[in-house]
């Protein structure tokens, strides 16, 4: 049974950083790609930033433009875990942030169809006050 444990919230001021992180529990190695996606109060879940983590585009990333230069994947292979490095807060980024996989190879790795990512993990909240 795959797992996606997230950890790494929490409550930052406008310019501060947070470090969310998402262990892949249960998966022999990696799934084809994972993503970051949040969902603000009263408004719809989306993809935040999306990458290969495995097959021949490992690696490859793409961010959306709220947070493109403000937040970076990293990789612990060792670990099977995902980091975000969100800097540059800003209060709306504030929302509850969830990890994604899917398991299904081929093919290209985006936000939508949310339908296309098969494990989800259970949240962490990030509050950015101004």
């Known amino acids: 049974q795959v797992q996606l444990v997230e950890s790494g919230g929490g409550s930052v001021q406008a310019g501060g950083s947070l470090r969310l992180s998402c262990a892949v529990v249960?998966?022999?190695?990696?799934?084809?790609?994972m993503g970051w996606f949040r969902q603000a109060p009263g408004k719809e879940r989306e993809g935040v930033a999306i990458?290969?983590?495995?097959?021949?585009?490992?690696?490859?990333?793409s961010y959306a433009d709220s947070v493109k230069g403000r937040f970076t994947f990293s990789q612990d292979n060792a670990k099977n875990t995902l980091h975000l490095q969100m800097n540059s807060l800003k209060p709306e980024d504030t929302a509850m942030y969830y990890c994604?996989?899917?398991?299904?190879?081929?093919?290209?790795?985006?936000?939508?169809?949310?339908?296309?990512?098969?494990?989800w993990g259970q949240g962490t909240q990030v509050t950015v006050s101004s």
């Open positions: 990458i290969y983590t495995d097959g021949g585009s490992t690696g490859s990333t």
């Open positions: 249960g998966y022999s190695y990696w799934p084809y790609c």
């Open positions: 994604a996989a899917r398991t299904r190879m081929g093919g290209t790795c985006a936000a939508s169809p949310e339908e296309s990512y098969n494990y």
